[in-house]
């Protein structure tokens, strides 16, 4: 790109009760910060308009959501905690994942994206934690959003364990759902003392893919690990870029 800068997609949110397409400012903020061009995507599910736009960019960031991903696309019936589900939601960030697969982008999946990459991979969701693990962590821990409020264990031989100063750390925790079973080619590197997977990345050579299930666009300013999380993908991201040049 001209700038400089490599353009990074971020999938938007839908309020159902407003017909309103919106996205928190921290998403974009980290990329920004981290060297790269947010560009917020509408959820419009036509496998037409998603490959015209995402053939554009060099990276693509899966955002959290207020929305749990419909258990019918992992085979499964709905659990009685099971939250809202947002079709436009699921069903584009589907055809966004398609399509940066086949063009090999850079892939950052944050909670709700990390979940919707795991099911797009053929694995499946714990429908509700508080529900179905025996001694969970508490894994909504509402305001102050940005504090780190429990520990994770990371395989240092991992992309992330790389992007660490230690094997362990403190992160934020915003979810209620986790994932269950591995979708196919992505491998876990972190994990909460109760045994729920933190984070999973693309075992492919030569793929920069790193889901997480916390925030790193919170208090990335104040958190090493957040920070690289995005330098690194953007870092990736400016490679494409520059390949495509």
Same mark, same amino acid.
């Given at each position: 790109?001209?700038?400089?800068?490599? =353009?990074?997609?971020?999938?938007?949110?839908?309020?159902?009760?407003?017909? !309103?397409?919106?996205?928190?400012?921290?998403?974009?903020?980290?990329?920004?910060?981290?060297?790269?061009?947010?560009?917020? /995507?509408?959820?419009?599910?036509?496998?037409?308009?998603?490959?015209?736009?995402?053939?554009?960019?060099?990276?693509?960031?899966?955002?959290?959501?207020?929305?749990?991903?419909?258990?019918?696309?992992?085979?499964?019936?709905?659990?009685?905690? /099971?939250?809202?589900?947002?079709?436009?939601?699921?069903?584009?960030?589907?055809?966004?994942?398609?399509? /940066?697969?086949?063009?090999?982008?850079?892939?950052?999946?944050?909670?709700?994206?990390?979940?919707?990459?795991?099911?797009?991979?053929?694995?499946? *969701?714990?429908?509700?934690?508080?529900?179905?693990?025996?001694?969970? *962590?508490?894994?909504?821990?509402?305001?102050?959003?940005?504090?780190?409020?429990?520990?994770?264990?990371?395989?240092?031989?991992? /992309?992330?364990?790389? =992007?660490?100063?230690?094997?362990?750390?403190?992160?934020?925790?915003?979810?209620?759902?986790?994932?269950?079973?591995?979708?196919?080619?992505?491998?876990?590197?972190?994990?909460?003392?109760?045994? *729920?997977?933190?984070?999973?990345?693309?075992? !492919?050579?030569?793929?920069?893919? =790193?889901?997480?299930?916390?925030?790193?666009?919170?208090?990335?300013?104040?958190?090493?690990?957040?920070?690289?999380?995005?330098?690194?993908?953007?870092?990736?991201?400016?490679?494409?870029?520059?390949?495509?040049?």
């Amino acid at each position: 790109m001209s700038s400089g800068r490599p =353009l990074i997609g971020i999938t938007m949110r839908h309020e159902l009760e407003t017909e !309103r397409f919106y996205l928190a400012r921290f998403y974009g903020e980290a990329v920004a910060a981290a060297g790269g061009l947010p560009l917020h /995507l509408p959820l419009i599910p036509d496998a037409e308009v998603v490959g015209a736009i995402v053939s554009r960019l060099d990276g693509v960031l899966l955002p959290g959501s207020a929305s749990d991903v419909d258990p019918l696309l992992y085979g499964q019936e709905p659990h009685p905690k /099971l939250g809202p589900v947002h079709p436009l939601k699921d069903r584009t960030d589907m055809l966004v994942l398609k399509e /940066l697969e086949s063009r090999r982008l850079p892939l950052l999946a944050i909670c709700f994206g990390m979940q919707v990459w795991n099911v797009f991979r053929g694995g499946s *969701l714990i429908q509700d934690v508080g529900a179905s693990v025996p001694h969970a *962590l508490k894994h909504e821990q509402g305001a102050p959003r940005e504090r780190r409020s429990h520990g994770l264990s990371l395989n240092p031989e991992s /992309l992330l364990g790389s =992007l660490a100063c230690e094997v362990s750390t403190v992160v934020n925790s915003h979810h209620h759902q986790a994932l269950e079973k591995i979708g196919e080619g992505l491998q876990a590197s972190a994990w909460s003392s109760d045994g *729920l997977v933190e984070a999973v990345e693309d075992t !492919r050579e030569g793929r920069w893919a =790193l889901g997480v299930q916390w925030h790193p666009e919170l208090g990335w300013e104040n958190d090493p690990l957040s920070e690289a999380i995005f330098n690194s993908f953007i870092k990736a991201a400016s490679v494409r870029a520059s390949d495509n040049a």
